[in-house]
């Protein structure tokens, strides 16, 4: 099911200060370069105070809102593995791919009466009841340790969206469009982060093709 | 700065007309002013409209002219006035709020022939996910009875906003642009246009005075003004028109919710079927149009955020009109009356009324139930004051002080807006009450002279205070009020992101140029009890409560200690907590009743509740504060933490910087006597 032509929806999930909003741009940016309309909304103020950071990032021919309407992604991007769940029962279509980082991090614990946080098993069984396309989950912060830069798990997110195809972008649009938003002494960085994403991902889909074909 | 240098900073800034970049809404309305050859701009920082002014105080070393923040939005306008007064073109941003703020000038500068253009760009939070209530800012065009642009894309907002200098100038008024949160923070692709060179100097004309009085005069000019300013606002052609004369069924929608309408529309392959009215001049309204829709429709949908400004004209027009068409919006109730226009709510109501349409395709009943029972079951991810937030220790220690002296029944704690407003909520629950910006002081001066049994306290920032909590101030000093007016004072206004006040001291060009010490405006309006720590210091703070609220007379306690966001940026000495598990009982008093984001709790077997806490070193930023909250001295701060931080930026031993946070953290040591008592209070 095709649900808006030619228009691209991706929801970005994530808590405070996880480079939601850098990330949002990079794709924004790659689109733009090839000469697509491109809207990003936000989450701010208020909300920003500890709470979920959520963008929206739709690019395509034409004239469009801002805002994706509901169970209307195309892919829902984690930074975080709660919120994805959070924005994916809100946007969530028979062929929305989800793409999650697995390191969660917990709201301010409240009274004891606040619900426990759901654990990766419970989140990834969720996604399974809500999900006709595919999702994929990893350990973007480990990569990320990998890499030693602990501040590039949001590209290492970006570069493993690619990676799953479920958007129009190419690894090298993306990498362009990183060279206009960052900042020349950590574009290098960025560059290598996206690439260790998109591997990650690219590597794990061929190794589930060859289980299928045995 | 060379243009070419401010290109390198940021594309905004570039003299490329032409060029296609990526920005924000906001960034469009302040290049639109650079474009137009502003020459002074101001306002009041205030979500969703601050980084307009942001962008223009970055401008404005670039291009050379002012721009600064106001102390409110009224003096912003003002100096708006004055500039105009001067031949120069203004600009003020501000929130809907702020509007308010700033109505009494704007309903009697409307009555002056004005000089240079002035543009007022109101942005409304539709919605209000950032303010205490909702308001549509188009009455107060009504009102004002001032002309009214709403741009409904980011290349709307740039040339709108430059256009609007030329009304301005034109006619002789003050023009409104009209933004919203979805356009103010819409990231999207722009055009740039050319920039003006301004080669006039503001001057102002003392030949001729500038006063609307004797009034009657006046505002007959201003009603010829606007009674002539359709054919003015005509001749730039902004209102959209697809005219489907075949069609009973039109939309009629404003501004940025036309972007809702054409999306609707194309979801259900209506777009080249059903007539849609695009309107940018919100006032004067452009009725000629909806009398063409009139003519050939049976229903009539209205679209349009906050009220129903847009439905009460396309209604009059139809009063006057021979046909009778129905009008279905939020006056009718057929739209949701508060709150955003959503493509869901439009297409609901256009399958409703369109015959044979295919409708929006959604999910499934059974994916939608799935959907409803996993929803439930998450557990919210509430707002919290930031790491290292001194509000944090200020309410903590407060609310061990009122404890102590079994102040918790009877008090009255009456809150401000800023950060400081979380305080309503968990775990702190102690305001009880918020409305306007400064209202906290009067409210609070009439409760404790009307109840005075009722011990009453008001809560309200620094930059809060500066902007409208002055006069309040001064009367509960004439007054003699007896409340205790406690100031947290975080040098910034910290809820916007953290942008300078009268007590940050910084002037408009970032130099240090001085700071206002709340203190001596307390001890100038006669408060006698004035007591002064730091926020971080919990057990000081804690018994200077406990002194002020014994004092039956004006008191003021502030609780200095710089926001932690502003803080971040500069060069830091970091610690870390550390939770020294063998001590931790798992009481849980710093998660339940402290709550910094960076504690977090996990399993233990070891404990009576089964659960100890430990700290996350990505998000503690080493302030020290939760040692005091922990009755069992368990947690500390980590001493090779700070050697390593202190090595590493060894290179700013100098900075001033360094030195006063240095200093602090020595001043803070664990206090003995304090934690005894925090553990009779718990
Ligand atoms: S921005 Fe500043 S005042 Fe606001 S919660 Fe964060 S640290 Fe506290
Ligand atoms: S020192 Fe304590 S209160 Fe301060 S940020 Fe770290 S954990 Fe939070």
């Known amino acids: 099911m095709v649900l808006q032509e030619k228009i691209t929806n991706i929801v970005i999930a994530g808590a405070g200060g996880q480079g939601n909003l850098f990330a949002s741009k990079v794709l924004a940016q790659a689109a733009m370069n090839k000469g697509l309309q491109v809207k990003i909304a936000e989450t701010y103020g208020v909300a920003m105070r500890g709470g979920s950071v959520h963008s929206q990032v739709r690019f395509g021919e034409g004239e469009f809102g801002p805002l994706i309407p509901t169970n209307g992604a195309d892919a829902i991007l984690g930074l975080e593995p709660l919120e994805a769940l959070r924005l994916a029962v809100d946007y969530v279509y028979p062929d929305t791919m989800i793409v999650t980082n697995t390191r969660a991090i917990a709201p301010v614990q409240g009274k004891a009466s606040a619900l426990p946080y759901p654990s990766l098993e419970t989140i990834a069984k969720h996604f399974q009841e809500i999900h006709a396309k595919d999702f994929f989950m990893l350990d973007a912060n480990a990569l990320a340790q990998d890499l030693n830069d602990p501040q590039s798990s949001n590209m290492i997110m970006v570069g493993a969206l690619i990676g799953s195809a479920a958007i129009p972008l190419s690894l090298d649009e993306i990498s362009t469009a990183v060279g206009v938003q960052s900042p020349a002494m950590v574009l290098q960085k960025n560059i290598v982060a996206l690439r260790k994403g998109f591997d990650f991902i690219q590597s794990r889909q061929q190794k589930e093709r060859s289980t299928e074909t045995c | ?682």
Not at chain 2, 19 to 30: D, F, K, S
Not at chain 2, 469 to 487: E, F, H, K, M, S
């Open chain 2, 1 to 682: 700065m060379s243009r070419e240098a401010a290109r390198q900073i940021k594309p905004i800034f570039s003299d490329a007309p032409g060029e296609r970049i990526l920005a924000m809404g906001n960034q469009a309305i302040a290049r639109g002013a650079i474009e137009a050859g502003v020459q002074l701009a101001s306002g009041y920082p205030g979500t969703p409209s601050t980084e307009i002014l942001e962008t223009l105080i970055a401008a404005s070393s670039i291009f050379g002219f002012q721009a600064f923040w106001g102390v409110n939005e009224k003096v912003a306008f003002d100096a708006a006035t004055g500039a105009s007064f001067s031949g120069a073109r203004s600009l003020v941003a501000v929130k809907h709020v702020g509007v308010n703020v700033l109505s009494d000038s704007l309903m009697q500068v409307n009555h002056i022939d004005i000089a240079g253009g002035l543009v007022l760009v109101a942005v409304d939070d539709v919605g209000g996910m950032s303010s205490n209530n909702e308001q549509d800012s188009r009455f107060y065009a009504a009102f004002a009875e001032i002309p009214c642009l709403e741009p409904a894309t980011l290349d709307e907002a740039r040339l709108m906003v430059k256009t609007a200098f030329d009304i301005s100038e034109n006619m002789g008024v003050p023009v409104m642009v009209r933004s919203v949160n979805r356009l103010s923070h819409l990231t999207a692709s722009m055009t740039l246009g050319e920039i003006a060179v301004v080669d006039k100097k503001p001057e102002f004309d003392s030949s001729r005075t500038w006063v609307g009085f004797p009034s009657l005069d006046p505002h007959r000019q201003l009603r010829e003004k606007i009674k002539h300013a359709g054919e003015i606002l005509n001749a730039y052609e902004f209102n959209q028109f697809d005219h489907h004369p075949e069609s009973s069924i039109a939309l009629i929608a404003g501004g940025f919710t036309v972007n809702y309408a054409v999306e609707a529309l194309k979801i259900l392959g209506q777009e080249n079927h059903v007539t849609l009215l695009g309107v940018r001049t919100s006032n004067p309204l452009p009725t000629e149009m909806f009398h063409k829709v009139i003519d050939h429709t049976e229903t009539i949908v209205v679209v349009e955020d906050v009220n129903w400004y847009l439905e009460s004209a396309v209604l009059a027009c139809v009063a006057q009109n021979a046909r009778n068409p129905k009008v279905i919006g939020r006056l009718s109730d057929d739209l949701p009356p508060v709150g955003e226009t959503t493509v869901e709510n439009l297409t609901r109501i256009l399958e409703k009324l369109i015959p044979d349409v295919m409708p929006r395709p959604g999910i499934d009943e059974k994916l939608a139930d799935t959907c409803n029972e996993i929803r439930v079951k998450l557990p919210r991810r509430g707002i919290n004051f930031c790491a290292g937030c001194p509000h944090r220790g200020s309410y903590y220690s407060l609310s061990k002080a009122i404890r102590s002296l079994d102040l918790e029944e009877k008090m009255a704690v009456i809150g401000d807006i800023g950060c400081y407003t979380l305080g309503i909520w968990e775990p702190f629950s102690l305001l009880k009450s918020m409305t306007s910006m400064g209202a906290s002081m009067g409210t609070a001066a009439a409760i404790s002279q009307l109840s005075p049994d009722q011990k009453t306290l008001a809560v309200i920032g620094d930059s809060t205070l500066f902007h409208a909590g002055q006069p309040g101030l001064l009367q509960i000093a004439l007054n003699q009020a007896p409340v205790t007016v406690v100031v947290t004072d975080n040098r910034v206004t910290a809820m916007t992101g953290a942008q300078a006040d009268a007590s940050t001291g910084l002037d408009l060009r970032g130099g240090i140029d001085h700071s206002v010490k709340i203190e001596d405006l307390a001890r100038a309006y006669g408060f006698k009890h004035i007591f002064v720590g730091d926020a971080y210091n919990i057990p000081q703070m804690f018994s200077l409560y406990r002194k002020a609220l014994a004092i039956d007379a004006p008191t003021m306690v502030i609780a200095r200690r710089e926001c932690a966001l502003a803080e971040q940026t500069a060069p830091l000495i970091q610690t870390k907590a550390k939770v020294r598990a063998n001590k931790c009982t798992g009481c849980m008093e710093c998660i339940d009743n402290f709550g910094c984001p960076a504690l977090q709790v996990r399993e233990s077997k070891s404990t009576g509740s089964g659960k100890k806490v430990f700290v996350d070193i990505n998000a503690c930023v080493g302030c020290g504060e939760c040692r005091y909250a922990c009755p069992d001295d368990a947690i500390t701060l980590d001493v090779s933490a700070l050697a390593k931080s202190i090595h590493e930026n060894r290179r700013h031993i100098f900075s001033a910087a360094f030195r006063t946070i240095a200093k602090n953290y020595w001043k803070i040591k664990p206090a003995w006597s304090f934690k005894k008592k925090l553990r009779t209070l718990l």
